[in-house]
T-cell receptor
């Protein structure tokens, strides 16, 4: 899997939008961008994924640049419960390369 | 939807004991299951991948005789840590998906402590 680069940590005020960046400059044409988060002492939770178009669901929005070398996960109205480690992972959707390899992620702290 | 249940959530046992962890997909068929290990303040490390009815594929450095994986049905995979020692103490997390183009969904993990 292509490697990703994320900031180690970020802070966000409750109620504000949290914008988490991710660089994946070596992404291949068949690799998707996946976002997961891990709240302390729990298993990772799937958030969203996309290939090249922007995506939105009930949890978040994913903005992928036109060259696909970077993306941003947006939590529109962060709450204290969104405090977690957020992982950006690129993964092919076919064959043996389609497994998730976790990096170190971004530790998001949502504050009052 | 896409719920993965992992049991037990916590295990404390003596050195030399073998421990079995179960992972079930509750509302989908898990064609492929994954087992990860996570040490404190570290990221998840993939241990092995298993497809239903086939032998597991282990990542480099993971002892297949130490960590026995069985994926006998489309909804159940087990990880057995054989003759566990204190260095095997960790957070073990399973994951499952039903097809290549679907996201992996994770269980809530098993915290294993070997005394």
């Amino acid at each position: 899997d292509a490697k990703t680069t994320q900031p180690t940590s970020m802070d966000c005020a409750e109620g504000r939008a949290a914008n988490l960046p991710c660089n994946h400059s070596t992404i291949s044409g068949n690799e998707y961008v996946y976002w997961y988060r891990q709240i302390h002492s729990q298993g990772p939770q799937y958030i969203i994924h996309g290939l090249k178009n922007n995506e939105t669901n009930e949890m978040a929005s994913l903005i992928i640049t036109e060259d696909r070398k970077s993306s941003t996960l947006i939590l529109p109205h962060a709450t204290l419960r969104d405090t977690a480690v957020y992982y950006c992972i690129v993964r092919a959707n076919t064959g043996t390369a389609s497994k998730l390899t976790f990096g170190t992620g971004t530790r998001l702290q949502v504050t009052l | 939807g896409a719920v993965v249940s992992q049991h037990p959530s916590r295990v404390i046992c003596k050195s030399g004991t073998s421990v079995k962890i179960e992972c079930r997909s509750l509302d989908f068929q898990a064609t492929t299951m994954f087992w990860y290990r996570q040490f404190p303040k570290k990221s998840l490390m993939l241990m092995a991948t298993s497809n239903e009815g086939s032998k597991a594929t282990y990542e480099q450095g993971v002892e297949k005789d130490k960590f026995l994986i069985n994926h006998a049905s489309l909804t159940l995979s087990t990880l057995t840590v054989t003759s566990a020692h204190p260095e095997d103490s960790s957070f073990y997390i399973c994951s499952a998906r039903d097809s290549y183009n679907q996201p992996q969904h994770f269980g809530d993990g098993t915290r294993l402590s070997i005394l």
